[in-house]
């Protein structure tokens, strides 16, 4: 999941009077010792109270599915009521001789739109289902508004709906030609944020939160990231200034870590798939095409001359194909699909 060996590069030179500091590690520490130098080792950010961190440990439930926990479990309850009746059953696309639907989203390759709206509504439950109200200074929208009006006397008083979460991070997303992956990053660096600095997004916060977190995964995700400075001409009114200090202190409050093992990435595939189900939010099937068949058959191709060589090679060759029969020399037998 991106670069594990590099940090993300500012937009702007560094400022004079400070230096980087780089500490070397000079050994190798062993399972019980502690560091005595200032960099952190990796056993010392476990939690003392024995949490698992969702955004590390593929075994441990993400933060959005237990605050979602009872939405889920309605939606799941409708949706089996809804098809025990006739009338009320969703319409489905099913597959026919002539046409083969298939889900269009994949763990390597997700459907934007859907991810999108699925990371909003992850958002929306967080600030929904809060159960604190702690803060931090630099994602205070009063104190670092985003536009030159500036924010109301109000505006941490009431909840952002789901459409407006998503047309903030569609807007991001869109301006800044960001890829469904990382939607999916930007989830796991939000949870993380919340669980390393102690603190909840909320009404007066969500929008510089979201932003900090779109701001890093993109630099991590993509090979050509989106600079800070391009951010300000997506919202016009924000400095890169302020952009670089809020990437400073979210990578300070995540303790530098920005590594996603692949088992986490796909525990929140998986996670926001569920969400989505009990929320209505279904993921499209599209009909699959002639040129993503001949795709879909080359790579299958490909993979069973690879397990078929191996298992030749170790003499364990228990099965084979009825493609891969042939009559005395005679040409390869294939069964012939019809597509439309």
Known sequence: MGNKNSCCSYSSPPSSHRERVVIPIEETLHEGEISQTNLQH????EGDDGEADPSQDPMARTIFIERSKTAIENGMIRRKSQHQIADLR???KSSSCSTIYLDDSTV??????????CVALAIYYHIKNRDSQ???DIFDEKLHPLTREGVGDDYDKYNPEHKQIYKFVRTLFNAAQLTAECAIITLVYLE??????????QPS???RIVLGAILLASKVWDDQAVWNVDYCQILKDITVEDMNELERQFLELLQFNINVPSSVYA???????TLAEANDLTFPSEPLSIERAQKLEAMSRVMADKYTQEAIK???????????LTNGGAAVRRSVAILS
């Open 108 to 117: 390597s390759q997700p459907n934007l739109k859907n991810t999108v709206k």
């Open 42 to 45: 990796i056993s010392e950010r």
């Open 192 to 201: 993380r944020l919340l669980t390393y600095a102690e603190l909840d997004i």
């Open 205 to 207: 916060n969500w929008k």
């Open 134 to 136: 702690r803060e931090i």
């Open 267 to 273: 525990k929140y595939y998986f996670d926001l798939r």
């Open 314 to 324: 170790n003499g364990l060759k228990k099965w084979s194909s009825l493609d891969n």
């Open 90 to 92: 969703p319409l489905k």
